[in-house]
């Protein structure tokens, strides 16, 4: 089903290429502008994952950098039944994180410092669950390719407004003006159809391999108060990777509602809460017989979490940040 869906995402996307190179240079300008989508697609295929973790200055990381996060994402990633992925850490005071890849064999998941200062550890492992989820369902194709064609049509607009066309053939500003605005609203229209109810999904699946809806949905309210608060430079730099991140990173509130690529926070909250509900789960602690990831193994009849570890209370217990 996501082949379709990644299919019918670039063949709308293309669509959109052609609209604007009509608009530009008329047939030639088409013809150009679908040479360039084409290669747009291919190009994004293979290298959209390395532009998005560019983009936002993502640094990898092993266990000998930040043990205690990877040694999490890989006891994640044998959950789900995943190659494990590339790890990296992004240094943004803003908490949030994305999946990135063309395929589980060649993904990565990357964490803002923000992240990972401000959740638990059973938070942070909902979170990472998350991600995990949308690289076992492909979504990641979906959302890095999306984004790269969506940031290459936005300054395909933009160059039209500038330069398109000469004298009488030249359209009229506010056909240009109007198509500068509207492209990439229509792009970022393309990207919610396909992507808002993948959220839903990815939030059940990362529940199910975390083992506690509570984790992620503690983590959503604390993301979305941080997010409300913490602006974040670099993704409003790059708005069109906007729908790879847990919680929409943009502070623009107009963008909240309609044209927000993400479901509301409180019905994921909400949904996450009653999934808990089904499964008998009724507090933090981790399911009898399961471990937070990092942990040793939860003992039967033990509900807190292992004397000793980072996360439980004492001076012995204190957490040591930012996870390695």
């Known amino acids: 089903m996501n082949y379709f ?5 670039l063949a709308a996307m293309t669509a959109l290429f052609g609209v604007v190179g009509l608009m530009i240079g008329g047939e030639a300008g088409m013809l150009i502008a679908l040479v360039i989508a084409a290669g747009t697609n291919v190009y994004a295929y293979w290298n959209s994952d390395k532009l998005a973790l560019r983009a936002h200055g993502a640094r990898e ?9 990877v040694r999490m994402v890989s006891e994640l990633a044998q959950r789900a039944e995943l190659p494990m992925p590339k790890v ?3 240094d943004n005071p803003q908490p949030n994180a994305f999946a990135t890849g063309r395929n589980p064999e060649n993904a990565a998941v990357a964490a803002t410092t923000g992240l990972m200062r401000m959740l638990s550890r059973e938070e942070l492992a909902g979170v990472m669950a998350h991600e995990l989820a949308h690289v076992k369902s492909r979504d990641t194709l979906i959302m890095t390719v999306s984004a790269t064609i969506a940031g290459a049509l936005s300054t395909l607009a933009q160059f039209g407004f500038l330069f398109g066309g000469r004298g009488d053939n030249r359209p009229h500003p506010f056909i240009m003006l109007a198509m500068m605005i509207l492209a990439p609203m229509a792009a970022m229209l393309i990207q919610m159809a396909i992507s808002r109810s993948r959220e839903y ?7 199910e391999i975390c ?3 509570l984790w992620l949905s503690s983590a959503l309210e604390k993301i979305a108060g941080g997010v409300a608060r913490i602006p974040n430079e670099n993704a409003e730099r790059h ?19 309609m044209f927000s690529t993400h479901p509301d926070t409180a019905n994921r909250i909400a949904a996450l809460e009653g999934l808990a509900q089904q499964m ?4 933090m602690s981790a399911p009898v017989g399961m471990a937070a990831p990092g942990a040793a193994p939860v003992r039967r009849g033990h509900a807190g979490p292992p004397p000793g570890a980072p996360w439980a209370g004492g001076r012995a217990g204190r957490r040591r940040g930012p996870w390695g």
């Open 5 to 9: 869906k990644t299919g019918l995402l």
């Open 88 to 90: 990296y850490i992004i």
């Open 201 to 207: 999904v990815a939030d059940r699946m990362g529940a």
């Open 280 to 283: 008998g789960i009724g507090g």
């Open 61 to 69: 990381v092993d266990e000998a950098s930040a043990p205690e996060f």
């Open 211 to 213: 083992g506690n809806p």
């Open 239 to 257: 708005p069109a990777t906007a729908s790879m991140f847990i919680i929409n990173p943009l502070r623009r509130e107009a963008m909240d509602n």
